[in-house]
């Protein structure tokens, strides 16, 4: 839709600039407006970057960070020399009937900081627009922003997305936001330039407050009193304000303590929000960024209320539960990790540091996010974000979606483009998406084969700095074309199998021809016919070539082998997914297990006794350490549905396969999942010489259970079944 389409002649406002500069970065904007008699009303509005909208002084809504991050126009030489294929921008919208009072009202908007106006991404400066339209006694009524609303300097006087806020409460305008503040001193506010977009609606869930927890006060540091809110999170304290006028009050977050029991600076990613005072009881929270954090300090006169959780509200719809309390622990905090990765419409790889939608994180861990939360609409709306990251003239998917600088691979990130449309089908059952980003698919190969030197994928650019896989322990082993031709003949042989349901058989034996192409050149390159590994077999080496049908009957015994004397993964965020999950696959469930459960430093084990709340982005014991709070290592987590739990069939669960796979170290174990034909259950035990099942069906689901290579019929309802324990496998066997 188009501007006009959506907000008829609203302006665009902003503050006129001061000596050709721009004269505030979090504004407040004034317009009024007469009804009489509301039956219905209903408000359209933008601040950018973020922004809080108040009718008559009350806030509306109990959304946060909007708008949903986008690429929201285009900016000049950027990406450098490309040009993305499409922008757009979200419309929040909201039934404010409710709201509305005889006569006057008053709509008061504060906006300003957020991805927009992000100084490292930055669109422009900020700027805001509104409609309110419906009916009263006298008809239908629509009022818009125009050069009449008034603006002026907010209390948030300074901050980055990233890091900081700053809020004055001795300004003159803590209190703006409602009708009896008098704002006949401020100016008028100056049309802004449009945006050169597509206005959208979207029904994927914003940020809100989604938990509140209570803080435990450790003692006083250098820094003020220090706190632990008992798990690391993402949002912020909640304070309020005791000190004397003038006074400052300052919050500092860290993920970790030092051993002399300090907030670590190495993990606070310089995260600050400052409160100046204005005497009055106030109680505050940042109003345009959250910080990623467990810890935190207060310096000055305030008392901690308690921390405000705060992510896209998405549901936990997966559940899993066993008598392990590793495996429990690496569910639980896997689904923490992904939940305070979700804001603002994206999937981001760490929530302080860089906060993007890392293509190659995302595509990565979508699997299990799909698997154990409510996420289809959230998905659909980054699936867009991918689509719209791709440059017209090449083909090229950025690394992030919405692009922002940053690095990557041309295989682990730009296949982003096929593998989330492709899970998205595969748990959704709905090809749509997949249709509509099929041609950017095979612009996206076309880049590719025209980046290959000797049919090997090499990089983006010649000379550009170039990922692989990512976040191994030693030093990276696997070369970035060995990891990223894996990626693009995976995404190959994925359009292959669904080429068909979108009436693009004609495409296939292209795609095939150039698999084949790939794969020899990938056996040629890296194969050792001495001995049937590739690269060693090293960090999951075996794994990637096995995944896409390559090696000899040597390559997945030296595999097994390999891993069964190592005892733990020696593997990347690419290669732990894919060795735990080819060897579920292969039948080789026990060895999976035991290599989530490992009990060496290098594990998941690792991470939890070091205290870990979130998944880490290294691994305990690497030879590097930076963010602790990164969903990439949990893309394991989808064995625990896939495999242990074993819910897996056709796509979109049409027809549902129950298969668990049983295994050492588990006794008892119990779990479930939404699929679009309802809820999934799945519940086992262990006695001495039985195990037995209780497996839950919903209504009109066409199901069947699998067990010692038998198949079962299942009804609607619960289902139960006893057998005698199966006969221990010897691994690789």
């Excluded at 690269?535 to 075996?542: M, T």
């Excluded at 919903?698 to 005698?724: D, I, M, S």
């Amino acid at each position: 839709m188009t501007r006009e389409e959506v907000f008829q002649n609203a302006l665009w406002l902003s503050a006129a600039e001061q000596d050709g500069a721009e004269r505030w970065h979090f504004p407040v904007l004034r317009g009024r407006f007469c009804v009489h008699g509301v039956k219905k009303a209903t408000l359209y509005v933008l601040g950018l970057g973020f922004f809080h909208c108040y009718l008559n002084g009350k806030r509306v809504g109990e959304d946060l960070f909007l708008p949903l991050n986008s690429d929201y126009e285009p900016r000049p030489n950027y990406p450098e020399g490309e040009i993305l294929s499409g922008h757009r921008v979200y419309v929040p919208q909201y039934d404010v009937t409710g709201m509305l009072k005889e006569g006057e009202n008053l709509l008061a908007l504060h906006f300003g900081g957020g991805w927009y106006t992000f100084e490292d991404a930055r669109f422009g400066g900020p700027k805001a627009i509104w409609r309110i339209f419906g009916e009263d006694e006298n008809g239908p009524f629509s009022f818009v922003s125009s050069t009449e609303d008034r603006i002026h300097d907010s209390f948030v006087k300074d901050g980055s997305l990233p890091s900081f806020e700053t809020q004055d409460y001795l300004s003159d305008t803590p209190e703006s936001f409602g009708m009896e503040f008098d704002d006949s001193a401020w100016e008028k506010a100056v049309p802004a330039p449009p945006l050169e977009t597509e206005y959208l609606f979207s029904d994927c869930p914003a940020d809100r407050v989604c938990a509140r927890l209570s803080v435990r006060l450790l003692g006083t540091t250098e820094d003020g009193h220090l706190y632990d809110c008992g798990q690391n999170t993402t949002g912020y304290p909640v304070l309020k304000l005791l000190g004397k006028r003038g006074e400052t009050v300052t919050v500092r977050f860290s993920e970790e303590l030092t051993p002399e029991g300090t907030l670590n600076p190495y993990h606070a990613y310089r995260q600050r929000v400052v409160y100046r005072t204005d005497g009055e009881a106030r109680t505050v929270r940042p109003l345009f960024t959250w910080f990623g954090f467990r810890y935190f300090t207060v310096s000055g006169d305030a008392e901690v209320l308690g921390v405000e959780v705060v992510h896209s509200d998405v549901r936990a719809s997966g559940f899993f539960e066993s008598d392990n309390p590793l495996l429990n622990w690496l569910h639980d905090t896997f689904r923490n990790t992904q939940l305070t990765n979700m804001h603002a419409g994206i999937p981001s790889d760490c929530p302080h540091i860089e906060r993007r939608g890392y293509t190659g994180d995302g595509q990565l861990v979508c699997h299990a996010a799909m698997d154990l939360l409510d996420a289809e609409s959230f998905y659909r709306k980054w699936i867009s974000d991918i689509a719209d990251c791709q440059d017209k003239l090449s083909g090229h998917v950025q690394y992030t979606a919405p692009y922002t600088r940053c690095g990557g691979g041309p295989g682990g990130w730009g296949c982003a483009i096929v593998e989330v449309p492709y899970q998205y089908y595969r748990h959704y059952g709905k090809t749509d998406l997949f249709a509509a980003l099929y041609p950017g698919m095979l612009r996206y190969f076309d880049y590719l084969e025209a980046h290959s030197c000797r049919d090997v994928v090499v990089s983006d650019q010649e000379g550009a700095w170039c990922l692989g896989d990512w976040c191994t322990p030693e030093s990276i082993l696997l070369p970035p074309p060995f990891v990223n031709n894996y990626f693009y003949v995976r995404s190959l042989l994925r359009v292959i199998e669904l080429a068909a349901l979108i009436g693009k058989e004609a495409d296939i034996p292209l795609l095939e021809e150039r698999a084949a192409r790939k794969k020899e050149t990938l056996t040629a390159c890296y194969f050792n016919p001495m001995d049937g590994n590739f690269l060693g077999c090293r960090q999951g080496a075996n794994a990637f070539m096995l995944d896409i049908g390559l090696g000899d009957e040597r390559t997945y015994r030296n595999l097994v082998a390999y891993y069964r004397n190592l005892k733990r993964f020696d593997t990347g965020i690419f290669g732990t997914e894919i060795v735990t999950r080819l060897l579920f696959e292969r039948g080789d469930g026990q060895l999976a297990v035991d290599l989530l459960l490992s009990e060496d430093k290098i594990s998941y084990d690792g991470m939890r006794r070091a205290g870990a709340t979130t998944i880490w982005e290294y691994w305990p014991g690497s030879l590097y350490d930076r963010s602790h709070n990164h969903p990439m290592f949990g893309a394991a987590v989808a064995c625990l549905y896939d495999y242990l739990l074993g819910i897996g069939g056709s796509a979109g669960y049409r027809k549902l396969v129950i298969a668990p796979v049983l295994a050492e170290g588990i006794g008892r174990l119990a779990g479930g999942r939404e699929i679009p034909g309802g809820r999934v259950t799945v519940f086992y035990e262990k006695r001495e010489n039985t195990v037995s099942f209780r497996i839950g069906i919903p209504e009109e689901q066409t199901a069947v259970f699998v067990f010692a290579g038998e198949r079962y019929p299942l009804t609607a309802g619960e289902n139960f079944f006893e057998f005698p324990m199966p006969e221990k496998k010897t691994a690789g066997a």
